[in-house]
C-alpha cells in the first residue's frame, strides 16, 4: 500500500549513512510500489552539486549497495527522476531560501538530519527561520541522541525550541527490525505467552549483539564513546524495554512509550559488580584496540556484558543479561528467553530435555525458534530431545518480506506519521540518567577493561557473571 505523497529533505543526503542505507532504502520502498510516483527526495549537504550530479552520485551508491537483481534499470531511472538537491549549509545562511520552492504544498514534508548533532539546532532553527517547516513537518534525528543526560537535554532543547515532540522522529534502526516489531506481535497476539511471561515462568533473559568487525576507520568517535553509550544506551535498551514492558492498551505511540519508559525507570542502578568491560586484544592479523584508535591509554570498552535486574512485580529475581561486543566470533544479534524448568520430572533424572526457550534473531537469519521438548522418536525408549519450532522469516515469507532494511521501514512510518518505533525524548534521557552514574565512576575509578582475544565471546569473566548464579550464556556460534 502506497503512503502518502511526501517531499524528504536529507540533509547529509552526499554522507555515508545516506549512500548506504537512507537511499538504496527509499529506492527499494519505489520500486515496491511503496514511495508513491510523485514523492520527491532532496538532497542537501555542504559543497557545490547539481541535481544532476546528485543522480549521478545516488546512481553510483545504489549501484553499490543493492543487489544487481534490485536495479532494473527503468526503476532506477524513474527513482532518479524523484531525486533533486540543494547545497546547504548548516551553519550559514546561504542555500535555505533556493531550497524553498523545491518543496510542494499540500504533501507530507520531512526533514532527515543525517548530520553530525552538533548540526541538529542550527538546521532546526534554520528550518524554521526560512519558514520551511510547517507545524505539520517531521524531522528525523540520526544516533548518537547525546553523550551523557546533560548533552542529551540539551539536544532535546534545541530540538524543541522549533519542534514539537510530535513532530520529532528519534530513530533507533534496532526498532525497525522485522524481529523486533514481532516480539510485540508475539507477545500480545497470543494467550500462550502472556501468562508465563514474569519472574516465575521466566529464569532469566539475555541479549546478545556480537559483531566481528573493529571499530576500523571509526576509532577516533568511537574511543570516546565505547559499548556502554554505543550500543547499550540507545539498542541494547529499546529492546530490554520491549522485552520487560506491560502491555500497552493500544498499540499506539504514547501508550508504548508509556510502558517502555517505565521499564527504564524501574532498572536498578547498574554495578560495577556486575559488569564486565573488555578490549579487544591483537589477533595473528587484526590490530588490537589501542592500535585501532591510536590510543595505548584508552579506558574505552569494545565489549560490555551486564547482570540487570528490574524492580518491579512482574521481574523481581529475573535477571537480565546483556552483553556486546566487537571483534567477537560471530556476527550476531539474538534475545533468548529460558523459561523455568518442570516443577517435577516424571522421567528418568538422565532422560534429557531442557527447560523452554525462545529465541528471537535479528541478525543473521531473522527470525525465531521456540525449542520445545519431545520424545526423541525410534523405539529407544523414553529419552526426551529439544527441538526447536523456527519461524525463519526468509524461509517463510520470502526474501522480500524478510530482506527490506529497517531504515525503510523506519522512514516510511515516518510519512505515515507514525511514531510508535521511534524514542520519545523523555525515553531518551531515563535512558541516559540510568547510564551517566556507572559511566561517571568508570572515568574515576580509572577502570581497565580486560583484554579479550579477538574471536573469542569476550572476557572469561563474562562467563562466570552468569556462572555465579548457575547460568550459562546461550553459546555464540
Ligand atoms: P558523513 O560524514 O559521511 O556525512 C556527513 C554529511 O553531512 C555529508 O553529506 C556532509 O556534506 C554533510 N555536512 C557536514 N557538515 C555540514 C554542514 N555544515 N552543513 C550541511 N551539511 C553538512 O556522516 P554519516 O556517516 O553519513 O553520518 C551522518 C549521521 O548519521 C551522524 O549523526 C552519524 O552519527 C549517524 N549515523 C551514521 C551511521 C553510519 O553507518 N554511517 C550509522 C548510524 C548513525
Known sequence: ??????????FGGTGDLARRKILPGLYRRFATGQMPPEARIIGAARGEMDAEGYRAFVRAALNEFLAPGDCAPADVARFLDRLDFQSVDARGEGGWDEMKPKLREGVVRAFYFSVSPSLFGDIAERLRTHGLAHRDSRIVVE???????????????????????????????????????????????????????????????????????????????YDHSGAMRDMVQNHIMQLLCLIAMEPPAKFDPDAVRDEKLKVIRALDPATREHTVRGQYAAGSDTPSYFDDVENDASETESFIAMQLSISNWRWKGTPFFIRTGKRMKARLSEIVITFQPTPHSIFDADAGGMPNQLVIRLQPNEGMDLRVTIKEPGPGGMRLIDVPLDMTFAERFGQEAAGSDAYERLIMDVIRGNQTLFMRGDEVEAAWAWTDPILKEWEEKHDRPIPYEPGSAGPDQSLALLHRSGRAWREIK
Request: glycine residues 8%; charged residues 20%.
Open 1 to 10: 500500500i502506497p503512503v502518502e505523497d511526501f517531499d524528504l529533505v536529507i
Open 143 to 221: 544516533k548518537p541522541f547525546g553523550h551523557d543526560l546533560a548533552s542529551a537535554k540539551a539536544l532535546n532543547a534545541e530540538l524543541a525550541a522549533h519542534f514539537a515532540e510530535d513532530q520529532i522522529y528519534r530513530i533507533d534502526h534496532y526498532l525497525g527490525k522485522e524481529t523486533v516489531q514481532n516480539l510485540m506481535a508475539v507477545r500480545f497476539g497470543n494467550i500462550l505467552f502472556e501468562p508465563l511471561w514474569n519472574h516465575q515462568y521466566i529464569d532469566n533473559v539475555q541479549i546478545t549483539v556480537a559483531e566481528t568487525v573493529g571499530v576500523g576507520g571509526r576509532g577516533s568517535y
